[in-house]
Structure formats: C-alpha cells, structure tokens
C-alpha cells in the first residue's frame, strides 16, 4: 500500500444520538487504513442535503448504530491505496464519493471508500467544490428524467421544486423537451422559477391550489408526479393528476406520513410508488451506469450545475446546519474539511 501526506489523526464530524444538529461534536480520530479494494480519499468537500438533515434525526433509510459520521457525498483526493488493481488506478485521482457503505458518512478530513460503488473519478474540468455535488442530485434528476421517458411521458409534475435538485429537473427537462409543472410553497419560489425559464410554477398554499392543478394536469396530460414532501399533498397530486397516474415518493420533507385516497388508487387506477437512487442504481447495469455518470458529469456546468451560497469549515457544522435549514433553495451550503 502506497501513502501520500497522511498524518496520524483526523478531524471528524459525529453524530452522538439521532436527536438532531445539537448532538454533533468535532472529534479527533486515528486515519482508517484501506483494505482490499479500497482507497482512503482526503476529503475536500461536502455538501449539506435534506438526506443528511433527515439522517440527523434518525429520519433516513440507512439508521446505524451512533455514534456515527454523517454526510451523504463529498469530494476529493486518493491519497492512499490497499492491496487490488482498481484500488491502484485511482491512486492520485480526483473523485466523488458516496457517504454511506463502507467508510460510512463523509463529515471527516479523510475516509476509506470501497472502489465498487464507493468513488467516482471526477472530470479534470470539474472543481472539487462542484465535484462534492456531483453524485446525490445530478443523479437523481437523471434518474427522474430516464424514468419519465421511459414511460413514455411529455410533462412531469414536480414537488418542492425551487430546491437545487428541483432547478436541475427543469432545466434537464427544458432541454429534453419535457414540461414540468413545479408546485412551491412561497411566492419568492414562484417568481424564482419563473425567472429561470420555468413557465408552470404553482403556490400550494395559495386558495384554489387544488382547482388550479388539477385543471393544468388535466391540460398537459400529466400522468407521473415525483413528490419531495409526502404527507397530504401526496393524495393532493393523486386527486389532481388524470386516471392511471402515479405519484412517485422520494422524500418525506414534510416528515408526515404518505396519504393516498383508497377511491383513487381503486377506481381511478392511480399508483403510489417510491424512489431511492443507491437501490435504483444498483438495478441498472454497469454500463448503464457509467454512461449516466459521463453523461451527468458533462452536464454538471450547465443543466446539473448547483449554486454555492457559503462554504464552512467542518468545525462550523452546527452553524452551517442552521444557515441552510432557515434558506434551503439559496444556494448550497457546503462544508470544508481542511
């Protein structure tokens, strides 16, 4: 095994009970040595994503035993390699790399990643600050139009859609040919989006919110919806979407139970589905999934680009937390780990 820079100990965020930001504390610890098929990465960058804010209270799929290290993806630097070809070839390398599986999250100055799934190398035109956003979000807004085209649908309606990830539906669906009819929350995200060339943008408190969905459904013929936020705004889209629609779950924003009127799902056929990228992935074939991350890294730039509000360094995490959750579709608030 081949090391580059490596000291003794590193600085990791962790997560001591699934009780929210106040339980994070800044901890030195030993660097991990990678095994077989590993890499141990010098992390740069990290992202603050509503996963990881779901993953601070125990909201999130993958709940392991704290304390733990959060941080949903990141980027940065193999600096060392274990014993295995693959391990070898990214040696040196700039990569994205996930925050869950082995290594566990990526709050930390350094992590060991398995080389199966567990880095991506980045484009040398890509900035690492860009390259830390690269995976969760430009994915997912792939994934959402591949589904989309692949069930022959020409419009989509989408949830809580001035979030970064929103803003990349948009723009990738403009350029696909695709309407997306964007339902928001805030007449600041309306006249965000429209702003950005999106021509639907609906308020869902706004009185008639109902009327008015249903009727441009109905006119687009919008028959798949992907919904962020869950609760009774789920059975809101199902109500206002034509017979044989589905309404597909990918977050829970609204930390409500997923609602679904029994007379829709029976006698108008209408579905209630569910998306996680990480097992969504991992029913693609590889080369597939290659030529969905070429394809997204390409497009990071333009379509897939997301904007950075503020960087923080790892020992400012509570406050960055805090900065993102009172303004969570102004930019990005990344975290930096040295």
């Not at 804010?53 to 274990?82: D, F, M």
């Not at 990228?277 to 969905?292: A, D, E, T």
Request: hydrophobic share 40%; proline share 6%; glycine share 8%.
């Amino acid at each position: 095994m081949r090391k580059k820079r490596i000291p003794d100990t590193m600085t990791v965020a962790v997560l001591n009970s699934y009780s929210g930001a106040d339980a994070l504390s800044i901890e030195q610890r030993p660097i991990p040595t990678p095994a077989k098929n590993e890499v141990l990465v010098k992390v740069a960058f990290s992202p603050i994503n509503p996963s990881d804010l779901a993953t601070l209270t125990g909201y999130y799929g993958l709940k392991n035993p704290t304390p733990i290290v959060p941080g949903g993806e990141g980027s940065g630097e193999v600096v060392s390699a274990g014993p295995g070809a693959m391990a070898r070839y990214f040696l040196g390398k700039r990569v994205a790399c996930t925050g869950w599986g082995k290594g566990g999250g990526v709050w930390s100055e350094y992590v060991v990643k398995s080389v199966k799934g567990g880095v991506l190398p980045l484009n040398k035109s890509l900035s690492l600050e860009q390259g830390a956003m690269s995976t969760i979000n430009p994915l997912t807004a792939s994934a959402f139009i591949a589904i989309t085209k692949k069930g022959g649908h020409q419009s989509i309606l989408l949830t809580a859609a001035a979030s970064s990830l929103g803003k990349m539906v948009n723009r990738l669906g403009r350029n696909e040919g695709i309407q997306i009819v964007n339902v928001v929350r805030r007449d600041g995200q309306v006249d965000l989006l429209k702003a950005q060339g999106s021509n639907i943008v609906l308020n869902s408190n706004e009185a008639g919110f109902e009327q008015q969905l249903h009727d441009i459904c109905h006119q687009t013929n919008t028959r798949i919806a992907f919904d962020a936020v869950a609760g009774p705004l789920t059975n809101q889209l199902l109500k206002a979407m034509p017979p044989n629609s589905k309404v597909i779950v990918f977050s829970a924003l609204s930390r409500q139970a997923v609602q679904a009127s029994p007379d829709l799902l029976i006698f108008e056929n209408k579905m209630v589905d569910s998306f996680w990228l990480g097992p969504w992935l991992s029913k693609q074939n590889l080369v597939k999934i290659m030529l969905l991350w070429k394809r997204a890294q390409k497009q990071i730039p333009s379509q897939l680009k997301s904007e950075i509000r503020k960087i923080y360094p790892i020992q400012e995490v509570k406050e960055a937390i805090r900065d993102y959750t009172s303004q969570m579709t102004g930019g990005k608030i990344l975290l930096r780990m040295s």
